[in-house]
């Protein structure tokens, strides 16, 4: 099983969607250079960041994240998001649409790995040009600092024995996950593909799920049932 960590983490990087990971990357690298402004986009679809705000890197985040140039007055409206500013899953029905692949392929993640169904969506947007959401996937890192990305001996040394299980159960998902998506893809008409005919290897979908789970808010409706995942700017 650990031996699948390591090859994770060194997955040949041949498609668009295929992504490198670091354990040791101080500031990681966006996902593409010169990115859109993310703020610009925001309160050009109607949201409102507080002007004293700007993105920037900072130690405290170990990465990009929001400064202030200036003291803001405590109870102030930082962020405003409209609506359909989150990226979110919603379930796909049609037999007609391109995403009715990618419902099939959600319908068979673990509800406990619920980051890895907006990840899939996360991807779609991804891989495809023109996307509404671009702005912002486009500012994420290109790499995460987690387990599923050490390499083998890394895993090993985690001293934790409930940390490792769930870090081998995650890599292993992966793995079978990338699998099956090949196989439900392979003959699927250019038109229906869900990631524009690119392939999805076990680190993008790792990739995928880190960003969903280090950025998501997982809603619950009644009786404490799943109801929708958001992944915010």
Request: hydrophobic share 40%; glycine share 6%.
């Amino acid at each position: 099983m650990v031996n699948s960590k390591a090859a994770i983490s060194s997955l040949t990087h041949l498609r668009p969607l295929t992504y490198a990971a670091s354990a040791t990357s101080s500031y990681p690298a966006q996902l593409v250079p010169d990115p859109p402004n993310l703020i610009a986009w925001v309160t050009r679809e109607g949201g409102y960041v507080h002007p004293a705000l700007k993105i920037a890197h900072s130690h405290h985040f170990n990465g990009l994240g929001l400064v202030s140039n200036q003291q803001i007055p405590a109870g102030t409206n930082l962020i405003i998001l409209p609506d359909h500013i989150p990226l979110s899953f919603r379930s796909f029905e049609s037999e007609d649409s391109v995403d009715y692949a990618l419902a099939q392929l959600a319908r068979q993640v673990p509800e406990e790995l619920w980051a890895m169904k907006l990840g899939l969506k996360l991807l779609q947007d991804r891989a495809k040009v023109g996307s509404f959401w671009w702005p912002y996937i486009s500012n994420l890192p290109q790499t995460y600092s987690v387990p599923i990305f050490f390499p083998g001996e890394d895993i090993k040394n985690l001293q934790y024995a409930p940390v490792l299980h769930q870090v081998n159960k995650r890599c292993r998902f992966l793995l079978d996950f990338e699998q099956e998506i090949k196989r439900t893809l392979v003959n699927l008409e250019p038109d229906k593909h869900p990631f524009g005919g690119l392939e999805v290897h076990a680190s993008s979908l790792g990739w995928a799920m880190s960003a969903v789970s280090s950025r998501a808010f997982l809603l619950y409706g009644n009786n404490d049932q799943m109801e929708s995942t958001l992944m915010y700017p």
